[in-house]
């Protein structure tokens, strides 16, 4: 099992071991003690999994404030998604910060992003299914958003604006600035 950093060194890459035979594969993907060694020591305690049925679907930008803050973990099982995490501690020095990466079915890796990021992921295929564990129950009166293409930001995102397809409340979620006056997370 291998983990890999970031450039913000709390959001880490994990590379599942894959065994593959005749009959197809068996593979770990996730093990509190091998996790543990990585830094990733969080009790998770709900699974997330979403169906987005066409290429451009952006999800996000989502998180859940204290003392629902949610660690997450992500695995793709079905096709390929653009994965972003933005640095929204109070006082960090890379706040306003993000770090993206492509996730796939075929690559098998998963991202590790800790309470403190809001997330997002944009498909690139259709029909791409995503899982993730999360370290706080569901708390919808704590969850906050914030704009995919907001300018501050700045997230590349690999595709035209025009395809992009959004929920009602993605689509309209507040400016990053915003949030950043908002009480740390
Ligand atoms: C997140 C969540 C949602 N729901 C219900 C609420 C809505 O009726 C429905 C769809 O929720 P939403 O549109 O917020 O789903 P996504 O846009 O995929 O949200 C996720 O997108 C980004 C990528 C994230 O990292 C978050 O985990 C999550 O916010 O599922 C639940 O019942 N439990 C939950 O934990």
Same mark, same amino acid.
């Given at each position: ?6 450039? !913000? ?7 599942? +071991? +894959?065994?593959? %035979? ?7 993907t996730? $093990?509190?003690? &091998? ?5 990733? $020591? ?32 992500v695995s793709v ?9 933005? %640095?929204?501690? *109070? ?13 796939? *079915?075929?690559?098998?890796?998963q ?6 990021? *809001? ?8 029909? &791409?299914?995503?899982t ?16 995919? $293409?907001?300018? &501050?930001?700045? !997230?590349?995102?690999? !595709? %035209?604006?025009?395809? !992009? ?15 950043? $006056? &908002?009480?740390?997370?």
């Open positions: 099992m291998k983990f890999e950093s970031l450039e !913000i060194p709390e959001v880490k890459l994990i590379f599942p +071991k +894959k065994f593959e %035979d005749d009959r197809g594969f068996f593979s770990e996730y $093990n509190r003690v &091998t996790y543990e060694k990585a830094g990733i $020591n969080q009790t998770f305690v709900q699974d997330n999994h979403s169906l987005s049925r066409d290429a451009g679907v952006l999800r996000g930008l989502h998180f859940q404030r204290p003392p629902f803050a949610q660690d997450k973990l099982l079905r096709g390929k998604i653009y994965d972003v995490a933005v %640095d929204i501690r *109070a006082g960090s020095p890379s706040f306003g910060k993000w770090v993206s990466t492509i996730i796939s *079915a075929s690559d098998w890796k991202i590790y992003i800790p309470k403190g990021f *809001a997330h997002g992921f944009l498909t690139l295929e259709p029909d &791409t299914e995503v993730y564990k999360v370290s706080n129950p569901y708390a919808p009166e704590t969850e906050g958003a914030i704009l995919w $293409n907001d300018p &501050t930001l700045d !997230i590349d995102w690999p !595709i %035209d604006e025009s395809l !992009i397809i959004l929920s009602q409340k993605d689509a309209n979620a507040p400016p990053f600035n915003d949030y950043a $006056n &908002t009480p740390a997370l």
